[in-house]
């Protein structure tokens, strides 16, 4: 009976034991050693795929909720330590609005046995994590608990809105290609005309008006321009900027209002910075969305508001670095991975379209450079701003009006465009220039015109019904050779890659819509010498 009560759980008596009885006895006793050894290999199995899942796995109990038992990777998710996780609640790392829906899930696991629903959580960190939560009742070790899995599908969830807010740019980047086309044509008009109108009315109040038309369509240019930069498809109109001075005088543009909100400015500039290859416009635009965006965070505190520039230069990778930090609340970890993204907003309805951040990326992202955000605790928001020196590769080849080039003699020049009034100003802003010009609506017609007379330049759209600027390019170039390096184009809008690497290959130089009058007699003096 000793032996018995210690665990033995086969015996014979004394007396009684015939052959097939042993038999029996011991084939039951291999059977139940067989069945020990596989439930003993199926708990190791069980341990290994437990501990090394990658996903976390805990064991709840189900009337306090705290955890029985835990895998490493669940430890790993929600960045607690062992010692600390074992007194967590469910209610102490869930990140919903809702607690009761939590709540209701595992009801419904007690009561129907299983449940699969998705939920957030928050880690020791204070990072939000998405998880698809599976969660079954189970027996462990004599007792009731529920075996919860945690899938962490963050990062798909951050992949597929990547995808989301690529499409939608590639959308809306088509979209505003051809608004800037529709745009830039009626806007070159406004601009040249007004140009017209103040060389020809010197002196009267008529050419102050027109300066003003010509400064508000130039204004609405770079708008133009700015939107196509947040699709990335705008090509920057690049020169050499300082860029401590691009933040003094964007700062002193806003002067007065940080000032009447109690905002102090501070600067930290090195004074050894390179000149930036960059468009001053659009740099300035970025910093400004910046100022803007730091004041209203530091509107909602009323202790210290202080907004600090610094600058200088990472000589390890050639790159200039410009940080804006303000002394707000600080950008919650929640939406951080969010600010980027297009209309995406925390501001109330009509004070924020969400596009002032994108925009910056885009414009920066565009330059080559980068830019992201820093959290520091108790000391508000730090964006940082990554700019290479040097001007990247694949730049557009456009000819900026830095400096007035001397006159050239009188040629004759053929101007193609399938837009009558573009075509029209064209010719007389070289004709007042001295050159004889003719003009054809597209590039079958200038074929014609060539055919039956010689011309020094051509000054030809990109596109064009019938044969567009590239055609017109080739067939000229097998017609007439000399004409090789004596073309200009006209862009009105975004590039295609096949465009640009047609541009990249013949180093024809370009003209931008909208142009201004300087802008022309410079490419056409450039390319005349």
């Not at 009976?1 to 011991?26: F, H, N, T």
């Not at 101007?415 to 064209?426: C, K, Q």
């Amino acid at each position: 009976m000793m032996a018995v009560e210690q665990g033995a759980q086969d015996y014979v008596i004394k007396g009684s034991v015939d052959g097939p009885r042993l038999a029996r006895i011991l084939a039951h006793a291999v059977q139940r050693k067989r069945a020990e050894q596989k439930l003993r290999e199926e708990e190791a199995r069980y341990r290994v795929l437990f501990e090394e899942s990658p996903d976390g796995i805990v064991m709840l109990d189900p009337t306090t909720l705290l955890p029985l038992e835990f895998n490493t990777q669940a430890l790993r998710q929600l960045g607690y330590s062992a010692e600390e996780f074992a007194r967590c609640r469910v209610s102490d790392y869930e990140a919903v609005e809702n607690p009761d829906e939590t709540r209701a899930h595992l009801k419904r696991v007690l009561r129907e046995g299983r449940d699969e629903f998705r939920t957030r959580h928050r880690t020791k960190g204070g990072e939000i994590r998405d998880v698809l939560v599976r969660a079954q009742t189970i027996r462990l070790a004599g007792r009731d608990a529920i075996h919860v899995v945690f899938h962490d599908f963050t990062e798909r969830r951050r992949a597929e809105e990547r995808v989301r807010q690529s499409e939608k740019l590639a959308t809306m980047g088509e979209l505003l290609a051809g608004v800037a086309h529709e745009l830039n044509n009626p806007l070159t008009v406004v601009i040249g005309q007004a140009a017209l109108l103040c060389k020809t009315a010197t002196g009267t109040p008529a050419a102050a008006r027109a300066e003003k038309i010509c400064e508000a369509a130039t204004r609405c240019a770079r708008i133009v321009m700015n939107f196509l930069a947040l699709a990335r498809q705008q090509p920057s109109e690049r020169a050499a900027v300082s860029l401590n001075r691009v933040v003094q005088d964007t700062v002193e543009l806003l002067a007065y209002e940080l000032r009447v909100t109690n905002v102090e400015v501070h600067f930290a500039l090195a004074d050894d910075l390179p000149s930036l290859w960059a468009d001053r416009h659009q740099i300035q635009q970025v910093i400004v969305n910046l100022v803007t965006n730091a004041h209203h965070a530091m509107s909602e505190i009323s202790s210290l508001r202080r907004l600090t520039f610094t600058t200088w230069h990472d000589a390890t990778d050639g790159r200039i670095v410009l940080e804006v930090a303000d002394t707000g609340p600080g950008i919650p970890p929640e939406i951080r991975a969010r600010i980027f993204d297009p209309f995406f907003t925390t501001k109330p309805p009509g004070k924020g379209t969400g596009l002032g951040l994108p925009i910056c990326q885009g414009i920066i992202e565009a330059h080559g450079g980068t830019i992201q955000v820093e959290d520091r605790p108790e000391h508000g928001a730090v964006f940082k701003v990554r700019l290479p020196v040097k001007a990247p590769l694949g730049v557009e080849r456009e000819v900026v009006a830095a400096e007035e080039l001397a006159p050239v003699p009188a040629k004759t020049i053929l101007v193609v465009d399938d837009e009558p009034e573009i075509a029209a100003l064209l010719v007389e802003i070289l004709s007042r220039d001295g050159h004889q010009v003719d003009a054809a609506a597209n590039g079958v017609v200038a074929l014609e015109k060539l055919g039956k007379q010689t011309y020094d330049l051509i000054v030809s759209d990109m596109k064009m019904p019938k044969l567009d600027g590239p055609g017109l390019y080739r067939e000229a170039e097998t017609r007439h050779p000399e004409l090789r390096g004596r073309f200009v184009f006209l862009t009105g809008d975004t590039l295609s890659a096949a465009t640009l690497e047609f541009l990249e290959q013949t180093g024809v130089p370009t003209l931008k819509k909208p142009f201004t009058w300087e802008t022309v007699l410079n490419v056409i003096r450039r390319v005349a010498k």
